[in-house]
């Protein structure tokens, strides 16, 4: 399960940061589709939390909503979605619009997006973009203050400052997912969600960002969405973890007794899903599959 420093021994005792209440999400086409449906979670301060499922369970719409990023057909049908501030305020993010909407956006809830490639702006050099940022949703600091604003978040990502000068291209897989996270991290928001962050790097860099995200969020006290349909990485960091299915989260445990003792039939065909690196070798056939001569092949474990 996820190891932590002692001050987040067990963020699920502090304060929630995030409220979710029934929020459902229709795709309004000729035949209405309901994406997310009643869908409820508590996000605390220092946690992180997996929202685990297969593709086209509804994982980034719900973190779309949520961060009102939806666009048509997509429509918020219901629910509430509340923000609640370390000095005890509470902010209704679905009523934000315009103007309050865009400056809560990165400074109190920001978005690590699915592939950093489609996500930085090819013909911008690093450093323009992280400064764009920074000039959008703090007009008031100055140049030099955005330059050295930018190389202290590529810092900590572990990115030497000098590709504030690099394009996207020119960057490693691993480098530019790590840019990505330092865009987010810029005007240190309470809130980061990162939709399957991950998900396009090979092994080894996969874990150096998920060690570089645990650090991060021990350091800076902030709480992590995590989606992806890995849900064996999310018992490695997730303190606890929701499993989505069908629009629905049918199940949201501590990611111990989700391993131990998952209740959902869905959850546990998850669970059972990944091979074990480790005991006998089996043979698995999928049902009704058929041989080269069309006959129906009885495979079993």
Not at 2 to 14: F, K, M, V, Y
Not at 253 to 274: C, D, I, M, N, V
Request: some cysteine.
């Amino acid at each position: 399960m996820s190891t932590t420093t002692q001050e987040h021994a067990d963020p699920l005792t502090r304060r929630p940061v995030l409220t979710v209440r029934d929020l459902t999400v229709v795709y309004e086409t000729e035949q209405p589709v309901t994406a997310v449906s009643s869908a409820s979670l508590q996000l605390h301060r220092g946690e992180i939390l997996g929202l685990a499922g297969e593709s086209g369970c509804g994982k980034t719409t719900l973190a779309y909503a949520v961060n009102r990023l939806h666009q048509p057909p997509a429509r918020i049908a219901g629910g509430s979605v509340v923000f609640h501030d370390r000095d005890g305020g509470d902010v209704d993010l679905l009523a934000l619009k315009d103007e309050p909407l865009r400056k809560f956006r990165w400074t109190q809830l920001s978005m690590v997006f699915q592939g950093a490639m489609n996500s930085l702006n090819p013909v911008r050099t690093v450093g323009y973009q992280l400064d764009d940022t920074l000039r959008a949703h703090d007009p008031s600091m100055s140049r030099a203050r955005r330059r050295e604003r930018a190389a202290e978040v590529l810092t900590r990502v572990g990115v030497d400052p000098v590709r504030l000068r690099s394009y996207p291209h020119e960057l490693s897989g691993g480098m530019r997912q790590r840019t990505m996270i330092a865009m987010a991290m810029l005007m240190q928001p309470q809130i980061m969600i990162m939709d399957e962050p991950t998900t396009a790097l090979d092994v080894v860099v996969q874990r150096e960002i998920l060690r570089e995200i645990l650090r991060l969020r021990d350091e800076l006290d902030f709480a992590v969405l995590f989606i992806t349909h890995d849900l064996p990485l999310l018992l490695e960091i997730a303190d606890r973890i929701a499993v989505m299915y069908r629009g629905e989260i049918v199940e949201l445990e501590t990611a111990q007794k989700l391993h131990e003792a998952a209740q959902h039939p869905y959850t546990r065909k998850l669970l059972g899903s990944f091979p074990s690196l480790t005991g006998e070798r089996s043979d698995f056939v999928r049902a009704g599959a058929h041989d080269r001569d069309g006959r129906q092949e009885e495979w079993s474990v």
